[in-house]
């Protein structure tokens, strides 16, 4: 999981798409935050280390 940390999948990404990495990732640790439910940044960085 270490591999699949936010900052290891934005460095893996094309610079095309990590503009849209950051903007998704602050949206969903601000849900988590307000939820207290961690699935969906599980979810979403594991859509993301797909595209990495």
């Avoid at 591999?3 to 460095?11: G, H, L, Q, S, V």
């Avoid at 094309?14 to 599980?42: H, K, N, Q, S």
């Avoid at 979403?44 to 797909?50: P, Q």
Wanted: proline share 6%; glycine share 2%; charged share 30%.
């Amino acid at each position: 999981m270490a591999d699949e940390a936010p900052r290891a999948i934005r460095a893996a990404l094309l610079p095309e798409d990590v503009e849209d990495f950051d903007r998704g990732y602050r949206a969903v640790i601000a849900e988590a935050t307000e939820t207290l439910d961690l699935m969906p940044v599980t979810a979403f960085l594991e859509r993301w280390w797909c595209v990495a």
